[in-house]
């Protein structure tokens, strides 16, 4: 019979010991809610660097196999960005994935980008969704929090107002002498067309 109790009382300790945690996880996401609407937002200029290509460039054509290769090595394994974003092209979109300190907790988050060209051969993210953990936030916000928060590199500008990242292709260093240029993306297609050349 002592027994028997005994087992009730265990019971009752871990199941209050899993509100506890269920609670206290709820708490600090609406926190994390909270500090994230009430952030200032970043209004930091971007701009178009022009790629200092030389006349004898070349074509490089790439799947999105190819191009995830090309972003492990030249964009995800910088040191001045690892650990801040991970850029991966998924089947219909570019995917940004980061963790970030707040509240004390290391918390990942995941941005869905379509990927576009600009007139200069630089590669430009329209944020479409952000989820911080399962949590979808407003992406404006989210986007101002982190231009505010992470020291990236001067060839990564985080826009939180036109809710975009651009990524200066010509000023990533450690390319084996190359400067490269996007001339098309075309998603459907699964083609990445890129001009690869010496820099002048």
Known sequence: MMRHQFTKEQ????????????????????????VLLLLP??????????????????????TKTNLNAWLNQYLNNDPDLKGK?????????????????????????????????????????????????????????????????????KWVTVNAHDQTIRINLNQIPNQSGLKFKIEKINMEKNQFIFRAGLSN
Do not use: C
């Open 85 to 153: 974003f991970r850029f991966e092209m998924a089947e219909k979109s570019m995917m940004v994935y980061g963790t970030e300190r707040l509240l004390g907790q290391h918390v990942d988050y995941g941005m869905k980008m379509t990927p576009s060209v600009t007139k200069n051969g630089n590669l430009l993210l329209h944020a479409d969704s952000v989820a911080v953990g399962q949590l979808p936030l407003p992406v404006k916000y989210v986007m101002s929090a982190l231009g505010d928060h992470l020291d990236l590199p």
């Open 11 to 34: 019971k009752q300790i871990r199941n209050q010991g899993l509100l506890w945690g269920i609670g206290g996880t709820l708490i600090a996401v609406v926190l994390l809610s909270i």
């Open 41 to 62: 937002q970043n209004q930091a200029g971007t701009k178009d660097v022009k790629p200092n290509i030389a006349d004898a460039a070349m074509e490089v054509r790439m």
